[in-house]
């Protein structure tokens, strides 16, 4: 199913504590660094992502309010969390100036443990038993952690999170007619029935729509080519859209999100380093999922507390 109606949804202008449309989006600032990016979010609300700089950067796992850090020196120089299952397992990566594509590895309790080389995992199932993503050099894959198997998709540039029905989002290349050129569009794919369907938000051709992040209802998160710039979006599985941006000629990205419709994502500032946020419903859940969202806004309630705190303590010492 292709979607191209983005004329009829306008973009929503980003900023900390706002309400817009369907969604509040608050800068996250649990994280002490000048550049941080959110990737994945579970229905625990428990979220994963990385900061430092161009030098170091290390990974991060917020879980019931705190923070915990993976870095070791001896793997790598820039480590990301990318996803997190809800049992807790996160998708990390470790690489170095050295080595670009590293290594890719599962980090459970503070343990970690080596997944493969040549990888570029982005997602796993809620369960943790799958994990999505692409390899160096082209083509996308699926492993399964408990057989230890990859299934490969040549057909895909990348596959970047599943659900718990097994179906995984991403994004492939396709023909612009006429043109000899290519363009990049979002998909689904369904592995268990084989069922395929492709999105297109962005206009100009060759431009690029890509699929980031699935919840089990099939809602999608992603971004799209806009004026040359990368827009996020939000789409519900009933094609409804709502597109983010942080500012004219902002790049925005949506990464992840769960299954009470809570984003994650982030966007560029002006100096050029990452500013994650988190995208909060404004709408009143159905009673299923409202534990979940819940769940979803404790940490930025504790935070926010830390950060009054942290103002007070500031202004005595004024």
Sequence with gaps: ??????????????????????????????VAADDVSLYGINDRGDMVGSAGDS????????????????????????????????TGVVVVTAAS??????????????KLTFLGVGLYPRGISPDGRYVTGGRDGGGAFVYDTVTSAYLSFDGYSFLADI????????????????????KVVGTTL???????????????????????????QGDVVGR?????QLVGFYMSAAGDVETFQAGPGVDTFLSGLNNAGVIVGSYLTADGNSQAFIAMPSAVPEPG??????????????????????????????
């Design 1 to 30: 199913m292709l979607f191209t109606r983005l004329a009829a949804f306008p973009l929503l202008t980003l900023a900390a504590s706002s309400a817009f449309a369907a969604y509040q989006v608050t800068d996250f600032k649990g």
């Design 55 to 86: 030098s170091s950067r290390y990974a991060f796992v917020v879980l019931d309010g705190a923070v915990e850090t993976i870095f070791d020196a001896s793997l790598g120089s820039s480590f990301t969390a990318w996803a997190i299952s809800n």
């Design 97 to 110: 100036e050295s080595d670009p594509v590293g290594s890719s590895y599962l980090w459970e309790k503070g």
């Design 163 to 182: 659900n718990s029905s097994g179906v995984v989002v991403g994004n492939r290349r396709a023909d612009v007619p006429g043109s000899g050129h290519t």
């Design 190 to 216: 369904n592995l268990h029935t084989g069922e395929a369907r492709d999105y297109q938000l962005h206009v100009d051709d060759p431009g690029q729509t890509a699929l980031r992040g699935i919840n089990d």
């Design 224 to 228: 799209f080519t806009s004026g040359g």
């Design 289 to 318: 999922v409202a534990g979940m969202l819940v769940a979803g806004l404790g940490f930025v309630g504790w935070w926010r507390r830390r950060q009054l705190t942290s103002t007070c303590a500031a202004t005595r010492r004024q």
